[in-house]
């Protein structure tokens, strides 16, 4: 199946996406290293970070990214989109591995070479994008039974998350911090390619801002925006990059895959052994990803208790970040891994 005109444009956009995107997570780490060395680290609910020249370089390359990928869901289905930010995991990992130190395995690098296999599996039987003619369509889609009680989940999920368990496992358990942005970045990804779609049709004569869905559907982007960057600054302050890119990446991909398909019904077009095809491509990047999680320090010294530490954490005196430092109990990490695995 050859990929088509528009589906070129949003690969295109995506991969720069992801170059911008896993090279901001390095700047922003660096940013935070600097800034909880002389104050309060972001972890633990500081806001030196926003001083610290390195952080906004950072946050300069996310929103680069961020803005490529925001067209590119304009042009492409999220199903091709979403996925290819498995290539800023690559561009994360192996920064990690040269500025950060966080070392990156042989078996890693296999991980890497299985993201690309399955991103590019992906873009060869993406279905087309389906063509909108108003974001009236959108706001259609959008409240419709099915994803409205999608949408009333993640938010209740969300709640709990934020209310009860970042207060008890925030800086034990990657899995909150990341589980809230994630959740969010779904609901995100639904609001982009609506103002997305709208900006594609105001570009081309048919102005889509005299509609109030549009500045609603912006809001609620830049609403979930701002809780996903500070959810996500307390997780890269607390837990390992090499880890977090990985399984933030996994679970936002799968939850925006799943909201895409109830709110788009973007397989409604295709066959079978397409779907099938996109799965696998899919699966190829998840095994890609848990190559990278699990082997992410087999190059450097074991821990004490002959296991791979699953995080770092970064509260010590002198505000680094070792990467093969695990200050908590061996029950804490073994806790820590039967959460994420």
Not at 56 to 73: D, H, P
Not at 294 to 321: H, L, Q, Y
Not at 323 to 337: D, L
Request: with cysteine; hydrophobic share 50%.
């Amino acid at each position: 199946m050859g990929v088509s005109s528009d589906n070129f444009h949003g690969l295109v956009l995506a991969i720069s996406s992801s170059i911008f995107i896993g090279s901001s997570f390095i700047v922003k780490k660096k940013g935070l290293k600097k800034a909880g060395a002389t104050g309060t680290r972001a972890g633990m609910g500081g806001h030196s970070y926003l001083y610290e020249p390195w952080w906004w370089a950072g946050m300069i390359s996310m929103i680069v990214g961020e803005a490529a990928n925001f067209a590119a869901y304009a042009f492409a289905p999220a199903i091709l989109v979403t996925p290819l930010g498995a290539l800023s995991i690559i561009f994360s990992a192996v920064l990690a591995h040269f500025i950060l130190k966080e070392k990156l395995h042989i078996f890693g690098v296999l991980g890497c070479v299985l993201c690309v296999v399955g991103s590019t599996s992906i873009v060869l039987h993406a279905p087309q994008e389906r063509a909108m003619e108003s974001v009236k369509e959108v706001w259609h889609l959008a409240t419709e039974p099915g994803f409205l009680v999608y949408t009333g989940l993640v938010l209740i999920a969300v709640a709990v998350l934020i209310f009860r368990y970042v207060p008890r496992y925030g800086q034990t358990h990657m899995v909150v911090y990341v589980g809230i942005c994630s959740l969010m970045g779904s609901l995100t990804v639904m609001g982009v390619k609506a103002v997305g779609i709208a900006l594609k049709l105001t570009f081309s004569g048919l102005n889509q801002f005299i509609y109030f869905q549009t500045w609603l559907f912006t809001i609620i982007v830049v609403f979930c925006c701002l809780l996903q960057v500070n959810y996500l600054n307390k997780a890269l302050d607390t837990f390992n990059t090499a880890v977090i890119s990985p399984v933030y990446y996994v679970m936002f991909t799968t939850f925006t895959i799943l909201a895409s398909m109830i709110m788009f019904k973007e397989w409604d077009s295709q066959e079978a052994s397409q779907i099938v095809t996109e799965l696998c491509g899919f699966v190829t990047i998840l095994s890609g990803t848990f190559l990278l999680h699990r082997t992410k320090d087999m190059g450097g010294r074991p821990s004490p208790s002959g296991e791979a530490p699953v995080f770092t954490n970064t509260n010590s005196s002198s505000g680094e970040s070792p990467a093969f430092t695990n200050t908590n109990s061996h029950v804490g990490m073994n806790s820590e891994q039967q959460h994420i695995s």
